[in-house]
């Protein structure tokens, strides 16, 4: 792996929900999104045109295989991707399921908050999250 001194997601991460030699997928700890992930490239690789193309069709099939996972365990409204690396100019796609009665909805979860969420609806949500690592493990294995 090539690594960029002071890079944060050249850093070990949160465990990953499941890795291999090429990236890995994490859950996002954010208490109003339950089920929000990121895939990261391992390499320090700042645009997906740094990637070959066997190397960029296996992490948009593991972005695909993540939003699947989302669906079929959280059944959002929406699912948002974004690969923005604004901040950090390392190779990484966030994989958010949206709900009609989450924080932000319908805008970006970077926006400004529009409502809370029932804290019950929250729970509900992190009470599926092992659901979630297992389908996202089965279909990336």
Same mark, same amino acid.
């Given at each position: 792996?090539?690594? /960029?001194?002071?890079?944060? &997601?050249?850093?070990? /991460? ?5 890795? %291999? ?6 859950? +996002? ?9 990121? +895939?990261i490239w391992h ?11 066997a190397e960029r ?6 972005? %695909?295989?993540?939003?699947?996972? /989302?669906?079929?365990? &959280?059944?959002?409204?929406?699912? %948002? &991707?974004?690969? &923005?690396? %604004? ?7 966030? +994989? ?24 019950? *609806? ?8 092992? /659901?979630?690592?297992?389908? *996202? +493990?089965?279909r990336l294995t």
């Amino acid at each position: 792996m090539t690594a /960029q001194q002071g890079c944060e &997601l050249c850093l070990p /991460q949160a465990a990953p929900v499941w890795t %291999n030699g090429q990236f890995s997928v994490i859950l +996002v700890d954010d208490a109003n999104y339950p089920g929000f992930c990121r +895939v990261i490239w391992h390499d320090h690789i700042k645009e997906m045109s740094g990637l070959r193309g066997a190397e960029r069709a296996a992490l948009m099939d593991a972005v %695909n295989q993540v939003e699947l996972a /989302q669906i079929e365990v &959280l059944h959002p409204e929406k699912i %948002n &991707l974004a690969s &923005l690396g %604004n901040v950090v100019p390392h190779l990484h796609w966030h +994989v958010i399921p949206r709900f009609l009665d989450d924080a932000h909805f319908p805008s970006p979860v970077w926006a400004g908050a529009v409502r809370a969420t029932d804290p019950a *609806i929250l729970a509900a949500r992190r009470a599926l999250l092992p /659901q979630l690592i297992a389908a *996202i +493990v089965r279909r990336l294995t």
